[in-house]
């Protein structure tokens, strides 16, 4: 098998599982077409390190490309040749006219999951006191005005999360709440999507602004719930 | 036939022979304008203008790029006389006068830098005295003592430079060498101390400790002391040292390109493999001062903690995460290239590790790189359920990010180590014993780094951050020290089974070395950025807001921008430093053979007091 033959093969197979197996495996979903790009841009890096490390080997790779592309010795090919100097710039006009033409497809998102918290609401510690008591009427308070949205089990999946986009966030997962402050929890419950800040727009959330409607102190027990029922821990620095 | 150089040129040299005194006359005016600031105060005298702007490009845009420019210049003229003092010490101690002969041609590239650098420093203070009035009646308010420090401090390092430079040939030899050394280490402990006091005012206005009480000094002290300045200034320090290295390989690769005689191909080959060593030598610590800087940051303020790390400015890591991948691939590759090349009949024997580590540092490369949110289109989201992806969402955070920076950093030290023993063959009757314990090390440290990475996801925040983020770093540094003792111990007496060839490498190693100190650069201007950056809409944090009409957060593609124009000029003036400082040595060459005594009537000066005497020893 050429040299040539190796990376191509390699890079169709990442191609491949990264686009019909990574999607299929259980819990996962498809990739984005930018997550795609970076990592095939990577494997391309480490294919162009690997073949031209010695003199050797970077001929057996950019030898026959060399040759082809400059018409040394192709015979038959040389039509070939002529096909790809044509068809080419033509895919590359072609990617250049998709990118910029015109279309009703809004644009691609980077949306910042975490944007930072106003002065007021970062270093606040929890004013309730930590006890079973205090937890299980979080849970309760949890289970009447939360657990709708994000789930009984603190999965994001409960009945009303299918008419969200983006869902309600999974705080059984380790990379949510057990992220950040409890301070940060609280601002977020309290001020809900209208309440974020303008860095980083689009904002998209429909969380309530539950400020209107509890009362602080209900707030503070509702996080403690949320943390003991998901079992993850708030940031801390003690 | 002899051209006599142009008026320009002339004018250049005339300066140049005494570089430094430019950078003693900016330092003199710092010291005449300072005490100005504080009399300023003492009349009550405030300015009602708070801003000023500049047409056209606006003051924070003049100012950002003046401040880079300098930092990266500062940056330049720390790191060099590092890694020029580290040279001229190894080849004191071994005896390899080429290790001089490096030393002192880049301890000629400082005198014009370090003028150079203080002359950015000089417009610096001007714009912002004159664009920010008000914020720097507060700063000088409070930081007029050390002010008076720096200044001297700047005398101090002038004169140490001075002596350094010039006394070079005079103090070759024995007890004079060693006062020489002892000149060079002065000139790095003076350049350390100008390094962090200027860190404290920047430190300042990210995380301030203002105190209402006490005398001007003990106000200045516990501004000075804030809470990110120790991790800045270990942070900036290091990576100085990488920058010092890294420009050393580009200047070396670009020299090696346009090497016409074997010599100079030999020469500009080791002088990269020098450069890249150093480099990679800083690198390897780096991520952990980051980190340090970082935690820091969050436990100082977590509004400012996610604001650079889950807000707005985390597509900067995203960034850096690309530019240290590539960072750590050129590095890599330059040293694999090298054991091809420079060893012969070593291909062959190192391909397959060469691979697996290639694949390693790729697959740690693509975890670091992963977004928590991704960058998806509506359909793309709706079909993840959002922006972030339910299983390589994982890879997003720091448990992750630590990880494999901690692997890479192993990797890279394992192609050091693998380059170093290439081509030798240990005589010790314990060195198969101690491979075998390398290795077993070397698993049990991977193991351990991901097994903690993984077990990170499970404990509580405080918990990965206090314990295990630590554990993964101390393993690895233990790693580092244990294999370079063994190694070196094995490699003593080691018999040399293939010679090491100079001057051999293909074109495409000199590349590599530009690409990498470009990184370097690329990689200091979006840092800088997201450091200034994180605070704000505030002059100082939470202390004095900024009310001009640049009070906002540009965006990410118009900030990237200007970094990159940043290192376009940094590169732009780097290149005019070297063709300044390598005039001289240019005209002796045009001179050929003819130019043996430098005495000789018409012959061309050496550029700022090069030796003569000393290159002809070597």
Not at chain 2, 447 to 475: D, E, K, M, W
Request: some cysteine; hydrophobic content about 50%; glycine content about 10%.
């Amino acid at each position: 098998m050429g040299a040539l033959t190796k990376p191509v093969i390699l890079l169709v197979t990442v191609y491949l599982f990264l686009k019909f197996v990574v999607p299929n495996i259980p819990g996962s979903a498809p990739l984005p077409a930018s997550l795609i790009f970076l990592y095939l841009m990577l494997v391309t890096a480490g294919i162009v390190i690997f073949f031209t490390m010695s003199s050797e080997s970077k001929e057996a790779f950019w030898g026959p490309i060399q040759r082809f592309l400059t018409g040394e010795n192709l015979g038959a090919l040389s039509s070939a040749r002529y096909a790809v100097l044509i068809v080419f710039p033509l895919l590359v006009g072609w990617q250049t006219f998709g990118s910029t033409a015109v279309s009703d497809a809004p644009p691609a998102e980077n949306r910042t999951i975490h944007p930072a918290p106003p002065g007021e609401y970062t270093g606040l510690s929890n004013p309730v006191s930590k006890t079973p008591e205090n937890i299980m009427q979080g849970k309760g308070f949890y289970a009447a005005f939360c657990s709708p949205c994000h789930g009984g089990n603190f999965d994001g999946k409960g009945p009303a999360a299918r008419g969200f986009n983006p869902p309600p966030a999974n705080f059984a997962d380790p990379t949510t709440i057990a992220m950040l402050q409890e301070s940060y929890l609280f601002w977020r419950i309290k001020k809900g999507g209208v309440g974020l800040p303008i860095e980083g727009m689009p904002w998209k959330s429909a969380m309530p602004r539950w400020e209107v409607e509890l009362p602080d102190e209900w707030i503070w027990k509702i996080i403690m719930g949320e943390y003991d029922g998901a079992h993850q821990s708030p940031r801390t620095w003690e | 036939m002899m051209e006599r150089p142009g008026m320009i040129q002339r004018l250049i040299r005339r300066v140049a022979e005494a570089p430094a005194a430019v950078a003693a006359f900016v330092a003199t005016l710092g010291v005449l304008a300072a005490p100005a600031l504080g009399l300023a105060a003492d009349t009550g005298f405030t300015s009602s203008v708070a801003y000023r702007d500049v047409p056209g490009i606006g003051s924070r845009n003049l100012v950002w790029v003046i401040a880079q420019l300098h930092l990266l210049l500062a940056g330049f003229v720390l790191g060099v006389p590092i890694f020029a003092w580290l040279c001229e010490v190894v080849g004191w101690k071994t005896g390899e006068k080429r290790y001089d002969k490096l030393a002192k041609e880049f301890t000629k590239l400082l005198s014009s830098a370090y003028s150079t650098t203080a002359l950015f420093g000089g417009i610096l203070l001007f714009i912002l005295i004159g664009a920010y009035p008000k914020l720097m009646a507060y700063l000088s308010d409070i930081f007029f003592p050390s002010f008076m420090v720096y200044c001297a401090l700047f005398l101090l390092e002038t004169a140490t430079l001075y002596m350094y430079w010039y006394g070079w040939d005079a103090m070759s030899e024995g007890g004079s060498k060693v006062f020489h050394l002892f000149l060079g280490f002065m000139l790095n402990f003076f350049a350390f101390f100008i390094m962090i006091i200027p860190n404290s005012w920047a430190t300042f206005q990210a995380s301030p400790v203002v105190i209402a009480e006490g005398s001007d000094l003990a106000r200045a002290w516990a501004a000075t002391w804030n809470p990110t300045w120790w991790p800045v200034n270990i942070h900036r320090l290091i990576a100085n040292v990488v920058l010092g290295g890294y420009i050393c390989g580009a200047y070396a690769g670009i020299r090696y390109l346009s090497a016409k005689t074997t010599e100079e191909r030999e020469h500009y080959d080791w002088m990269g493999y020098v450069g890249n060593f150093i480099g990679v030598f800083g690198l390897l610590p780096l991520p952990f001062a980051g980190y340090w800087l970082m935690r820091e940051i969050y436990q100082y303020n977590q509004q400012m903690g996610i604001t650079l790390m889950g807000g707005f400015l985390s597509w900067l890591f995203i960034l850096q995460a690309m530019l240290i991948g590539v960072l750590f691939l050129g590095s890599n590759y330059y040293f694999w290239m090298g054991i091809s090349h420079r060893i012969p009949g070593s291909e062959a024997q190192y391909k397959k590790p060469i691979l697996t580590m290639l694949v390693i540092l790729l697959l740690c490369l693509g975890v670091w790189m992963t977004p928590h949110s991704l960058v998806a289109s509506l359909e793309e989201a709706q079909k993840m359920g959002g922006t972030h992806h339910p299983l390589l969402g994982v890879f997003g955070v720091m448990s992750a990010k630590m990880t494999v920076s901690n692997l890479m950093v192993l990797v890279t030290f394992m192609s050091f180590l693998m380059y170093w023993q290439a081509g030798k063959q240990a005589t010790v009757g314990w060195a198969r014993v101690a491979k075998a314990v390398m290795n077993a090390l070397l698993v049990i440290a991977g193991i351990a780094v991901i097994s903690l990475g993984v077990y990170g996801y499970f404990v509580p925040a405080i918990i990965r951050i206090n314990y295990f983020s630590t554990s993964q770093v101390g393993i690895v540094l233990f790693v580092l020290v244990t294999f370079t003792l063994l190694t070196s111990a094995i490699l003593k007496s080691a018999k040399t089974t293939t010679e090491m060839v100079w001057g051999r490498m293909p074109p495409r190693a000199g590349y590599a070395l530009v690409l990498n100190a470009v990184m370097v650069i690329l990689l200091m201007t979006l840092m800088g950025y997201a450091r200034s950056s994180s605070r704000v809409h505030w002059h100082v944090y939470g202390v004095m807001r900024d009310s001009s009409q640049y009070a906002f957060s540009p965006a990410l593609g118009y900030a990237a921008a200007l970094m990159a124009a940043n290192t376009f000029f940094f590169c732009m003036i780097v290149a005019f430093i070297f063709w300044v400082a390598t005039m001289g040595d240019k005209g002796k060459n045009a001179h050929g053979g003819k130019e043996k005594s430098a005495d000789s009537h018409g012959a061309l000066p050496v550029m700022a007091g090069g030796s003569q005497t000393l290159d002809k020893q070597i």
